[in-house]
């Protein structure tokens, strides 16, 4: 049976690069799968968890957003940054999401850093609801 390249790069780093028969990754507009023979396509990534299948067995990794291309049975996620679930620092990211709504609350709407907390709290929560599916 045919199976998928999957490749995980961070600015810092490749991450991983594996072969699988099935990878779920955290799309823009929700979670979508890729098997073997998938169409070509480009996705932003949202903070969420990447989900590796292979003989049956998952792995997963955390990714904190960017974009990945499917082409040619090949998975390239390009993330900002990513860590295998079993590494995540549960109290530290907890630390950051309570950090980054203290800050929220000296900010409004139109402030240009209110989004920039709003993405942090959003990333370091996706960060500990992954670290959840260990």
Same mark, same amino acid.
Request: net charge negative; glycine share 8%; hydrophobic share 45%.
């Given at each position: 049976?045919?199976?998928?390249?999957?490749?995980i790069v961070?600015?810092?780093?490749?991450?991983?690069?594996?072969?699988?028969?099935?990878?779920?990754?955290?799309?823009?507009?929700?979670?979508?799968?890729?098997?073997?023979?998938?169409?070509?396509?480009?996705?932003?990534?949202?903070?969420?968890?990447?989900?590796?299948?292979?003989a049956?067995?998952?792995?997963?990794?955390?990714?904190?957003?960017?974009?990945?291309?499917?082409?040619?049975?090949?998975? %390239?996620?390009?993330?900002? $940054? =990513?860590?295998?679930?079993?590494?995540?620092?549960? #109290?530290?990211? !907890? /630390?950051?999401?309570?950090?980054?709504q203290?800050? %929220?609350?000296?900010?409004? $709407? =139109?402030?240009?850093?209110?989004?920039?907390?709003? #993405?942090?709290? !959003? /990333?370091e929560?996706?960060?500990?609801?992954?670290?959840?599916?260990?």
């Open positions: 049976m045919a199976k998928l390249t999957v490749e961070t600015p810092e780093k490749r991450i991983l690069s594996v072969q699988a028969d099935e990878a779920i990754v955290p799309g823009g507009e929700g979670l979508f799968g890729v098997r073997p023979g998938h169409t070509p396509f480009l996705s932003l990534v949202e903070p969420g968890t990447l989900t590796l299948i292979e049956g067995k998952q792995d997963r990794y955390f990714v904190a957003g960017g974009f990945v291309e499917v082409s040619n049975d090949k998975v %390239l996620v390009l993330a900002d $940054a =990513a860590e295998h679930v079993n590494g995540i620092d549960v #109290a530290g990211a !907890r /630390r950051r999401m309570e950090e980054a203290a800050r %929220l609350k000296d900010l409004n $709407a =139109a402030d240009a850093r209110y989004a920039l907390e709003q #993405a942090a709290v !959003r /990333r929560a996706a960060r500990i609801s992954a670290s959840e599916s260990r």
